[in-house]
């Protein structure tokens, strides 16, 4: 999770395209593991990175700042293949039931006095099936008592991934993916600036939403992997920011 600054997110998502090539859903070159996790850290305005590579503990560690997470005891497969070709640091599968890795206060980490009107939230998502009967959370943020939603999910079934954004005054914003294939990995980044939302699909803008406008500005809401709010999701993640 990050806040970041308008050209550094487009320069973000155009090295995605140069260091990885999306072919047959997993994402392939030579060395893109170090690539991908360099460049990541190396964004200006990130502040989070969960890389959920953890096959043993409870902890899911924060590669980046201080916000790591809890990784529940049930419902999580660890050390699967991850988005990135080569990288021996895995990813987790949530089965959606019960498995979670659970962030809590995480929004303080995008927070400040005034609110934070740049952001985004990205990772990688693989689904066993491209719809489902339930509605779905992937990862973010989703309390609505709080006012505060900024995750991926899945509509029961639809078979696209959709990015969704509430700030405190209530406005919000739903954006949708195209359609999705099961067992591809997608990487996908929704981001807030100023008075638009846009949410991209390996790298490419697949929807935008113009007049957005104000922050997050509760700093107590818990940032989940595997679920929003109390949505689960069923499928594998990979590379949170």
């Known amino acids: 999770m990050r806040k970041i600054a308008r050209l550094n997110v487009r320069k973000h998502l155009n090295a995605i395209a140069t260091l990885l090539t999306v072919a047959a859903g997993v994402a392939s070159a030579q060395n893109?593991?170090?690539?991908?996790?360099d460049d990541v850290l190396t964004t200006g305005g990130i502040r989070n990175y969960w890389r959920l590579g953890?096959?043993?503990?409870?902890?899911?560690?924060?590669s980046k700042g201080t916000l790591a997470g809890t990784?529940?005891?049930?419902?999580?497969?660890?050390?699967?293949?991850?988005?990135?070709?080569?990288?021996?640091n895995k990813a987790m599968t949530f089965d959606g039931t019960s498995g979670a890795v659970t962030v809590p206060n995480a929004s303080s980490s995008i927070v400040r006095a005034s609110g934070d009107t740049e952001l985004t939230l990205e990772g990688w998502i693989r689904v066993p099936a491209s719809t489902r009967s339930v509605n779905q959370g992937f990862f973010g943020m989703l309390d609505s008592t709080k006012e505060t939603e900024l995750y991926f999910g899945q509509a029961a079934n639809d078979n696209r991934i959709f990015g969704r954004l509430r700030v405190s005054w209530g406005g919000n914003w739903t954006l949708y993916t195209p359609a999705i294939s099961a067992n591809v990995w997608y990487h996908v980044a929704l981001v807030y600036r100023r008075n638009l939302v846009e949410l991209y699909l390996n790298k490419k803008l697949v929807s935008s939403e113009v007049g957005a406008e104000g922050a997050i500005t509760n700093n107590s809401v818990t940032l989940h992997i595997g679920k929003a709010g109390s949505l689960f999701g069923k499928a594998s993640i990979d590379e949170v920011a």
Request: glycine share 10%.
């Open 71 to 88: 990784i529940s005891s049930t419902g999580v497969t660890r050390n699967v293949t991850g988005a990135i070709a080569n990288d021996t």
């Open 54 to 62: 953890e096959t043993t503990g409870s902890t899911a560690a924060d």
């Open 32 to 37: 893109a593991h170090a690539a991908y996790r």
